[in-house]
């Protein structure tokens, strides 16, 4: 089959092979056929070595797509289902998954980091973060795959399996904005828009969204952010919005030092403030030992948007059914498999796209 192989960390480009198979199906995993994935940033963070990834390997995690062979103890799940995939498949019985925190079972995570589920030739290719969708089918675990209806368009799941689930998933489950709250948005990519969104259905009054791209204020506004600034004007404009008492929730949605600490720097005193972002391993953010306890401030951690999948991609679907998530609007432009290095370059250059889907024939 087709599929696009990242040869090793630190290439620039993927190569774009047709030899390239999947292992066989396991007792528990199921064969999907992927019909659309979208392309994240953080593929570009496999790519360049700022999240970690194996190589040779296939990235590309926000995906969906239909099962087309399944295990003999796959019980939940059959050939024909549609399906949205996640990163971080719920084992169902560790501490985590039993403790109501089904986004931080490592179970299937870290098995992921020893199988290769790829093969091109004899050479073992690894799936990132367990999946691997810029490839036209892959083998995951049945945990791994989330039944959607029939009728949901496959590009609007593969939207939920990432970008849309960090993002409001930041905003209800980790921050759980509260009605009338002031929010403050740094980073104005998928993930961001989602938070704005996210922030927008939780009842936030205001929602200011910071990106130093002005082209993406605009959007952001459509999003329901209720004002849009550069880093720059960021101060101004807590001296006027909040009288420099700084915002009920912050969000970083980059990743940085920089933006982490604006976000820290623009909460109020006890408000809540969430690293959202995914960044560097050896990037490092300083505190003061007096302001992290005279601030009275909730520094939160979300990752995956606390995402519990079995419960939150429904959710998130009906949502988008009632007309209270806007998803076809996050879809910036389609492309192939074999446009995906342009895609890659473009999100790279960093404009005004919130999310390139690639749709398989
Ligand atoms: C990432 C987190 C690390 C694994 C891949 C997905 N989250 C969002 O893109
Ligand atoms: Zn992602």
Same mark, same amino acid.
Request: contains cysteine.
């Given at each position: 089959?087709?599929?696009?192989?990242?040869?090793?960390?630190? /290439?620039?480009?993927?190569?774009?092979?047709?030899?390239?198979?999947?292992?066989?199906?396991?007792? #528990?995993?199921?064969?999907?056929?992927?019909?659309?994935?979208? $392309?994240?940033?953080?593929?570009?963070?496999?790519?360049?070595?700022?999240?970690?990834?194996?190589?040779?390997?296939?990235?590309?995690?926000?995906?969906?797509?239909?099962?087309?062979?399944?295990?003999?103890?796959? /019980?939940?799940?059959?050939?024909?289902?549609?399906?949205?995939?996640?990163?971080?498949?719920?084992?169902?019985?560790?501490?985590?998954?039993?403790?109501?925190?089904?986004?931080?079972?490592? *179970?299937?995570? *870290?098995? =992921?980091?020893?199988?290769?589920?790829?093969?091109?030739?004899?050479?073992?290719?690894?799936?990132?973060?367990?999946?691997?969708?810029? %490839?036209?089918?892959?083998?995951?675990?049945?945990?791994?795959?989330?039944?959607?209806?029939?009728?949901?368009?496959?590009?609007?799941?593969?939207?939920?399996?990432?970008? !849309?689930?960090?993002?409001?998933?930041?905003? *209800?489950?980790?921050?759980?904005?509260?009605?009338?709250?002031?929010?403050?948005?740094?980073?104005?990519?998928? !993930?961001?828009?989602?938070?704005?969104?996210?922030?927008?259905? %939780?009842?936030?009054?205001?929602?200011? %969204?910071? /990106?130093? !791209?002005?082209?993406?204020?605009?959007?952001?506004?459509?999003?329901?952010?209720?004002?849009?600034?550069?880093?720059?004007?960021?101060?101004?404009?807590? =001296?006027?919005?909040?009288?420099?008492?700084?915002?009920?929730?912050?969000? /970083?949605? $980059?990743?940085?030092? %920089?933006? *982490?600490?604006?976000?820290?720097?623009?909460?109020?005193?006890?408000?809540? $403030?969430? $690293?959202?972002?995914?960044?560097?391993?050896? =990037?490092?953010?300083?505190?003061?030992?007096?302001?992290?306890?005279?601030?009275?401030?909730?520094?939160?951690?979300?990752?995956?948007?606390?995402?519990?999948?079995?419960?939150?991609?429904? #959710?998130?679907?009906?949502?988008?059914?009632?007309? #209270?998530?806007?998803?076809?609007?996050?879809?910036?432009?389609?492309?192939?498999?074999?446009?995906?290095?342009?895609?890659?370059?473009?999100?790279?250059?960093?404009?005004?796209?919130? #999310?390139?889907?690639?749709?398989?024939?």
């Amino acid at each position: 089959m087709k599929a696009a192989v990242l040869n090793q960390i630190g /290439d620039t480009k993927l190569e774009l092979r047709d030899d390239v198979r999947t292992t066989d199906v396991g007792p #528990r995993e199921i064969r999907v056929r992927v019909r659309a994935t979208g $392309v994240c940033h953080s593929d570009l963070s496999a790519m360049d070595g700022t999240l970690p990834a194996l190589a040779p390997g296939i990235i590309g995690h926000e995906g969906a797509g239909e099962v087309v062979e399944a295990g003999p103890q796959v /019980d939940h799940l059959a050939v024909g289902d549609h399906v949205a995939l996640t990163f971080v498949p719920p084992c169902g019985t560790c501490v985590n998954c039993r403790g109501g925190r089904p986004h931080l079972c490592a *179970i299937h995570s *870290i098995a =992921a980091f020893m199988n290769p589920r790829f093969l091109i030739g004899d050479t073992p290719v690894f799936g990132y973060a367990g999946t691997g969708t810029f %490839a036209e089918e892959l083998v995951v675990p049945a945990d791994g795959a989330v039944k959607v209806a029939d009728d949901v368009p496959f590009e609007i799941a593969a939207l939920v399996a990432c970008g !849309v689930m960090t993002g409001v998933g930041a905003a *209800i489950n980790t921050a759980k904005v509260s009605p009338g709250a002031s929010v403050l948005v740094i980073g104005c990519g998928g !993930v961001g828009i989602s938070v704005i969104q996210g922030a927008r259905l %939780a009842g936030a009054a205001t929602i200011v %969204a910071v /990106d130093p !791209v002005v082209g993406k204020h605009e959007t952001a506004k459509h999003f329901g952010a209720t004002h849009a600034v550069t880093p720059e004007q960021l101060a101004e404009t807590n =001296a006027t919005l909040t009288e420099n008492q700084g915002w009920d929730y912050t969000f /970083d949605v $980059v990743g940085a030092p %920089a933006t *982490i600490r604006s976000a820290w720097d623009n909460a109020r005193r006890g408000g809540t $403030v969430v $690293v959202v972002g995914a960044g560097r391993g050896d =990037a490092m953010v300083s505190f003061s030992a007096q302001e992290l306890f005279l601030h009275d401030k909730r520094l939160l951690g979300s990752f995956y948007g606390g995402a519990d999948v079995h419960r939150d991609y429904p #959710r998130l679907l009906s949502l988008w059914r009632s007309g #209270r998530l806007d998803l076809e609007g996050m879809i910036s432009k389609r492309i192939t498999l074999d446009e995906i290095n342009d895609g890659l370059q473009a999100l790279r250059a960093g404009g005004n796209l919130i #999310r390139q889907i690639v749709t398989f024939g």
